[in-house]
């Protein structure tokens, strides 16, 4: 019986990886397949290594060809194979054990042609998934010219029918670069049906630069003509079979609108693939590597990048411009002696730096993807130099001196922007320098992990990963542990910053670093790293602070228990030794609350509550943010314009601190508190349940949000996302309050569920503070002015805001991502402009495609105020979030996007019908918003939304702090 599926591997000189790729084969749960490997003239022990495993699986296939190169040796397994779908994977990397299986049943499920799973892509100390690969795979009916396929060129992510490869005798051309793709797209002309497949089908592990010969080889002129050329025939390909679907298309009675959406996808296709070609292959793969290629590339490049332009849509072209800003090509493309002349990156290597790490150092930055650089080396390295460096444009050699002054020489003469100073043997990875120049912006420096190398993998440094645990990089910068991070390598510089400084470079070089850390702004990079022979020890060596090298792991080992507090969203198998642990954790953490909330806070609180109350006394508590929130600032700005209030600010950053921290803030918050005459709170804390206030002071629960709409506190003690109802009832949150503020008489039922304050009659529908602006025209018009000025283009445009509530749970909060920008703008560009304001909690923000990025879509999360968005927008799209009861006020269109509402549902749950709530339309597809808003004037139901206002809004009406100082005796 033949196989199902055929594995296709060719294989040169891949003794030391084919082991590791066999293996993974071997292991997976899907068994009914034969593995083709073809070895296509392989010199080391490549064949021996097959025969052993052959001998061991007879589903192991070998075959032997003399060398002709990569796509010859796929042409050969096409030719024996015999399974009715072919996957293609390489010899040198790794598949989940799960691939096969899931790439099957998905092609049977769906009865596809072609199932392209997600991959990821392995470079040292990166691991990172493709967009195109993400967005492809959640997708089970995808069109043949969908966008994302032009960026999606993986062969070996995809699952093939043997029978259509055969049928119409598709093989690989033989050339040396995008053979793949254009097999891929061949291919898809043939095909019916295209599916995705969700799982990590497969990950690519790409050598680290000293391992890569490849990279000079790569860039040459001979190889990027086989890849314009074969791109050259892709695009004929789409233009072809465009041009016959529009034939038939116009030929048929379809209307004309219809005929014209044909025509603009094409035309769309047609731009993203040439910008495919400009970004990924003239750009990425060819021109950041143009100090490891030969004469001839530039002039080919400089020529395709021009027929790119030519042929992108110019929205496309400036979005290439703006996300390539490094390589300067508002001037053109520049030359390798333009590119000398015009650094951004200044790479000042000292004398320091042993002479047997310059060679490799040298591979490592000429192996960058940042191209706008140069080298400024020491002249008593010179001998370490090979020759092929010493004749580069952008190598120059500096006299020799003692260190500082070196340095200082050096730095004048730079003609960088930035500078990295290399003292120690520490690398960069591919990326890593591009990166860093994108985040540093105007500050000092910025510095980056260092990862240990150890054989084929990495890990970090210990000792100076410490610097960027969460204690370090989050809550406290300064702190006398930097001084692990006392490397230069690791670091960019700004050189103006640094010529700026009164003392610089001394006799000490780590003091140098030192004193910057002190004296400096900067920032701590994370998303990728530097690598290193170097151990701990020698990290250590420069420490000259006992306490640090003493106390670090210790730091290590508390940022691991934070982290493993933090919960995962995704139950996972425990082992027995890991449930036990998480148990023991868990009674430590109940300990720790019945401990301080009922025996310590409260003997604490009384011990200070001796004291007399402070008249006038007014205590702000804010729980997660550094700084007050937009529900208290203005109650804050009132009390403090009057001078009558003594006003202490209390932060406690609750998401931030661990035990012992949040124990001393806790203490220093009852301390305050136990003299305290007036007490204003946004949201629930946890420890002034832990203590039996006293009548004088009184509590008031602003709130940070108005009406009541998804279930929080005890009402969510039986979903998903609340907590247990026995807990709550043992520590209730809001039983000191002695008001809390809510927006209609609506809601008060809602409240008092969820706070458990049912008939004690302290929930008072008295309006919310926040939304007093809102009925002041000043405020109004100088908002409405502030978003102009950020926003130029809303002069000329209507304004949809986007406020989604995040996903998830608290500490790890996400922003959804579901809208389809390209429709969107294709719809409403000439008309509308989007502003995105997703929740504080998310810290990762979703990406918007460049080509629409603050040109038509702009996130403002960052940058903008709410109340300001609220007052200049003219339609609010949201989904579960409290805005739209404030929003409400105006009385303007709102369109609930949701979704995801079951899935939501069943996570935390809402207090009303959410159908029969909504003061606007429940939408689930960009398709309906953009017909609802292209209709608006005869859809929008203003009854509708005047009396979601009067509803839930009522008491709002531009004097609710008024009402709420007098209800607790504030006289101003």
Avoid at 27 to 46: L, R
Avoid at 70 to 88: E, K, P, W
Avoid at 489 to 499: D, Q
Avoid at 573 to 587: D, F, G
């Amino acid at each position: 019986m033949s196989p199902k599926v055929s594995v296709i591997i060719p294989a040169y000189n891949a003794a030391a990886t084919l082991p590791r790729m066999l293996d993974a084969i071997k292991a997976q749960t899907f068994e009914n397949f034969e593995v083709v490997v073809i070895n296509d003239g392989s010199k080391d022990d490549t064949q021996s290594v097959l025969e052993q495993y052959q001998s061991e699986d007879s589903r192991i296939r070998v075959f032997r060809q003399k060398n002709q190169g990569v796509s010859a040796a796929r042409n050969h397994g096409l030719d024996v194979a015999q399974g009715d779908y072919i996957a293609f994977f390489d010899a040198d990397d790794e598949v989940p054990e799960n691939a096969l299986n899931d790439l099957y049943h998905a092609a049977r499920e769906h009865m596809a042609d072609l199932v392209i799973g997600r991959h990821t892509i392995q470079y040292m100390t990166e691991d990172y998934m493709p967009k195109s690969s993400r967005n492809l795979s959640n997708e089970t009916d995808i069109p043949k010219y969908h966008k994302s396929l032009c960026w999606n060129f993986t062969l070996c992510n995809k699952l093939f029918r043997r029978d259509i490869i055969e049928k119409f005798r598709l093989r690989f051309n033989g050339t040396k670069h995008a053979e793949d793709g254009l097999f891929i797209f061949r291919y898809i002309q043939k095909v019916e049906k295209i599916t995705g497949c969700p799982s990590i089908v497969y990950k690519y592990v790409k050598n680290s630069f000293w391992e890569d010969a490849s990279l000079s080889q790569k860039a040459n002129s001979s190889a990027f003509k086989d890849l314009r050329r074969n791109l050259m025939e892709i695009i004929q390909a789409i233009d072809e079979e465009t041009t016959e679907s529009l034939n038939e298309v116009n030929a048929s009675d379809a209307t004309q609108a219809a005929k014209d959406e044909m025509f603009w996808n094409w035309k769309l296709i047609r731009s993203t693939m040439w910008k495919r070609f400009a970004q990924i292959s003239i750009l990425d793969e060819y021109y950041r590597l143009l100090w490891n290629s030969d004469e001839e590339l530039y002039l080919l490049l400089q020529k395709s990048l021009e027929e790119c332009r030519e042929n992108m849509f110019p929205s496309q072209w400036k979005a290439l411009l703006e996300d390539n800003s490094d390589l300067q090509m508002d001037v053109g493309l520049m030359n390798r002696e333009e590119l000398a002349e015009n650094p951004l990156l200044s790479v000042l290597v000292t004398a320091e730096l042993p002479k047997e790490s310059v060679e490799k150092m040298l591979e490592a930055y000429y192996g960058q993807i940042f191209v706008s650089f140069e080298i400024l080396l020491d002249e008593a390295l010179i001998d370490a130099v090979p020759e092929t460096y010493l004749k580069k444009e952008n190598f120059h050699v500096r006299p020799h001196a003692n260190l500082a002054k070196w340095k200082k020489t050096a730095l004048q003469e730079a003609k960088g922007t930035h500078c990295i100073i290399v003292e120690e043997p520490v690398y960069p990875s591919t990326r890593t320098v591009a990166q860093m120049m994108k985040r540093i912006h105007d500050k000092t420096f910025i510095t980056a992990p260092i990862c240990k190398i150890d054989g084929e993998r990495f890990h970090k440094l210990e000792a100076q990963s410490t610097v960027f645990t969460n204690e370090f990089s989050v809550i406290k910068k300064r702190s006398k542990y930097n001084q692990l991070d006392a490397i230069w390598s690791n670091k960019i510089f700004s050189i103006k910053n640094l010529l700026a400084k009164k003392r610089l470079f001394e006799s000490d070089s780590t003091k140098d670093l030192n004193r910057l850390y002190g004296n400096s702004s900067y920032i701590k990079f994370e998303d990728n790293s530097f690598v290193t022979n170097m151990s701990d020890s020698d990290i250590l060596r420069k420490v000259k602070n006992v306490g640090v090298k003493l106390g670090y792991k210790r730091k290590l080992r508390k940022e691991e228990k934070r982290l493993n507090r933090i919960e995962k969203e995704s139950t996972e198998v425990e082992t027995i030794s890991l449930r036990l642990k998480k148990w023991r954790n868990c009674k430590l953490r109940e300990g720790y609350k019945f401990l301080t909330l009922k025996v310590l806070f409260p003997v604490y609180y009384k011990w200070h509550a001796r004291k007399p109350i402070e008249k006038n006394k007014v205590l702000f508590i804010v729980n997660r943010k550094p700084a007050l929130p937009n529900s208290m600032t203005y109650v804050h700005n009132l009390l403090e314009k009057s001078g009558k209030f003594n006003i202490h600010n209390k932060f406690l950053l609750n998401l931030s601190l661990r035990y012992r921290q949040k124990f001393k803030v806790d203490l220093d918050l009852i301390k305050d508190l136990a003299t305290a005459n007036y007490v204003f709170l946004d949201e629930a804390t946890v420890t002034t349940c832990g203590i039996n206030k006293r009548p004088e002071t009184k509590i008031v629960q602003l709130w940070h949000g108005c009406g009541a709409f998804k279930k929080f506190g005890f009402s969510t003690a039986d979903k998903i996302f609340g907590g247990n109802a026995k807990e709550q009832k043992r520590y209730p949150m809001y039983r000191n309050f002695d008001l809390v503020c809510v927006s209609s008489p609506e809601v008060v039922w809602a409240y008092e569920e969820a706070m458990q304050l049912k008939g004690v009659g302290n929930v008072k529908p008295v309006g919310v503070s926040r939304t007093d602006v809102f009925f002041q025209d000043d405020y109004i018009h100088a908002a409405k002015q502030r978003i102009l000025e950020q926003i130029p283009a809303a002069a000329d445009k209507k304004i949809i805001l986007y406020a989604p509530t995040f996903r998830g749970r608290v500490a790890s909060a996400y922003g959804p991502d579901h809208f389809d920008y390209e429709k969107l703008y294709e719809s409403l560009g000439d008309e509308y402009i989007i502003l995105i304001k997703h929740h504080p909690l998310v810290k990762r923000l979703p990406e918007i495609p460049l080509e629409y990025r603050d040109s038509f879509v702009y996130d403002v999360s960052h940058t903008m105020e709410i109340e300001d968005l609220i007052c200049a927008s003219d339609i609010c799209i949201s989904d579960y979030s409290s805005l739209i009861f404030e929003y409400s006020l105006f009385e303007k269109p709102i369109i609930l996007f949701a979704y995801d509402l079951d899935v939501y549902f069943d996570w935390r749950g809402f207090y009303y019908d959410y159908f029969e709530m909504a003061p606007g339309p429940v939408l689930i597809s960009t398709e309906e918003i953009i017909d609802y808003i292209t209709h608006i004037d005869t859809e929008f139901d203003r009854e509708k939304m005047h009396a979601f206002r009067e509803k839930f809004m009522r008491s709002c009406d531009g004097h609710s702090t008024e009402r709420i100082l007098d209800e607790v005796g504030l006289k101003l």
